[in-house]
């Protein structure tokens, strides 16, 4: 009963500087808060305030400077980056401003780009995808390139990129700020689904008060500090 | 296969920059065969001479005669199994433009000593048997549309007048080495009419050209025929064939070093382009590598793409060099026969060929491909939020 109520991310004391020649500029402050299982977390502040900085510490694409951070009991601040990379590659979906998608890839392709590096067989890769592109709509999109989809269908192949492996906590930097209204709003309603239906944890970053409203909490930044 | 798709696709990316970078690889390596056959062209003289022919010449310099008297001694000296003698001739065909190697030589003894030269036997005897008659190599007798019978007028420069000869018999190389472009002719033809004319330079030759019947023999053979004519004077300086060829090659030794120092050269620079072009193009894709290690892979993945593409562009490249050199030494053949008679790709160079290719595709990748390997995630997405 316990472990169910216990957060998915535990962050204490968390700080990040950066170095620009003789200068340190101090990114994040002793940050601290925790992230329950299943939660649709926004975090918000204004340009430069380190909200993205946070995320990737969160995702483990960055280090910190001092302080823990606690995903799913493991504190990924001691691992080595060979064994973060691999930590990632399990425990993390990534969603992106710009999708990030390869472009000299297919949808379907750049969706099976996680599970590449998985023992699973090609059948089992095909099923995976498949099922993934199925739950963003785009199972018929799955032989177009890139350049071939709109904005709003290649931030959804990268949803179903983020979702293919199962990870448990997705991170989401900007997702819709490249969108319209319509193509932020359909994103915006497919993570909703991830947290309601496969009791996926989302962390987002974004500028958009109305993206925001659809988080179940909002985490405020402001010059590196924790304000809300 | 997934790594494979990856930088294949890659490759072909920006079809415009790989193919101009392609084009630059492949003429690099066109130019690098070209340049390093031409290197060894210098030397075929000297890797196709025979270990069992002397050459005797004056010991001041090779523009000073010999008497022929001189035949019968040298016969004399033990070891020497034949004795033939010549002249360069150095006429000229109807324009200087035209050249090629012509001598006057004693016809049926060089000939047993260039047993290379094949003869049909019915032209080698009409050759041995008319004194104004001539053999002329296959490739010579095609350019200029000679045939068995045809009269030839050569300009005499060295011995000057109208020399007519008539075309007697036609030689092919009996290997692809073989100088299939030269002209020779009946010494005594050369010495009759100088007896006429220019009787002081009657009965003196360039160059003796003997057989020793084992080659281990060779330099003491040498040594005993200029220590009979020694403090005569005429004396003799007696050398292999390879020896007497080399000492032709080393006039050109500075030539051939700055041609072969080209050849690298042009390797160098087409590295550093395609370096460039690698380093732009790793540099473009930053975001792509900080994406696929986000997803897990590791620097060893990121390395093998760029390493790949860089790879395949500089074979693409050098196959299609090597490709290129085949014509490209046809036509040289064909066009400026005069100068090389034979310019064949030796399978040596088509592998020294794609080995400089391999290179290029392996220094160009060097640094784009530690970068891109190098390069931590959030550096690589640029972002400060």
Known sequence: MAAATEPIVAIRDLSKSYRRGEQIIPVLSDISFTIAPGEFLALMGPSGSGKSTLLNLIAGIDRCDSGEIIVNGVDITRLAERELARWRARSVGFIFQFYNLMPVLTAFENVELPLQLTHLSRRERREHVELALELVGLADRMDHFPSQLSGGQQQRVAIARAVVADPAILVADEPTGDLDRAAASEILTLMDRLVHDSGKTVIMVTHDPRAAEQAHSIRNLEKGILTG | ?385
């Open chain 2, 1 to 385: 296969m997934f790594m494979l798709k990856l930088i294949l696709r890659n490759t072909f990316r920006h079809k415009l920059r790989t193919t101009l970078t392609v084009v630059g690889v492949a003429v690099a390596i066109l130019a690098f065969g070209l340049l390093r056959t031409l290197v060894g062209l210098w030397y075929l003289g000297v890797d196709s001479s025979s270990a069992t022919r002397l050459v005797s010449r004056n010991a001041i310099s090779l523009i000073f005669p010999l008497p022929i008297s001189y035949a019968e001694r040298i016969r004399q000296v033990p070891g020497v199994s034949e004795v033939a003698w010549g002249n360069w001739f150095g006429g000229i065909y109807i324009d200087e433009k035209n050249f090629f190697a012509n001598f006057a030589v004693s016809p049926d003894s060089y000939l047993r000593l260039y047993p290379e030269f094949v003869l049909a036997p019915e032209e080698k005897n009409d050759f041995l048997r008319d004194r104004k008659g001539a053999v002329v190599g296959r490739k010579l007798a095609a350019k200029y549309g000679w045939k068995v019978g045809d009269l030839v007028t050569l300009r005499g420069t060295i011995f000057p007048g109208q020399w007519e000869f008539a075309v007697r018999a036609i030689y092919r190389g009996a290997h692809k080495n073989v100088d299939e472009t030269q002209f020779f002719f009946h010494w005594d033809y050369l010495n009759e009419t100088m007896k006429k004319t220019v009787p002081r330079r009657a009965d003196q030759i360039g160059f003796f050209m003997l057989g020793v019947s084992r080659p281990d023999i060779a330099p003491e053979v040498a040594a005993n025929i200029d220590a009979t004519f020694h403090n005569s004077l005429a004396e003799t300086l007696t050398e292999t064939e390879k020896a007497f060829q080399l000492g032709f090659v080393a006039m050109t030794e500075a030539i051939m070093i700055a041609i072969r120092l080209v050849s690298y050269v042009v390797i160098v620079i087409i590295m550093v382009v395609a370096a460039n072009t690698m380093a732009m193009t790793a540099r473009e894709r930053t975001a792509e590598y900080a994406t696929l290690k986000t997803l897990g892979f590791g620097p060893g993945h990121i390395a093998g793409i760029i390493f790949g593409e860089s790879v395949a562009i500089a074979l693409v490249g050098g196959i299609l060099g090597v490709a290129l050199t085949f014509p490209a030494a046809g036509w040289i053949e064909t066009a400026l026969g005069q100068f090389f008679p034979s310019f064949t790709i030796a399978p040596a160079t088509i592998g020294y060929d794609l080995l400089a290719a391999l290179s290029v595709g392996v220094v160009a990748a060097a640094i784009p491909t530690w970068r891109g390997a190098t390069v931590r995630v959030a550096e690589g997405f640029r972002r400060i939020g």
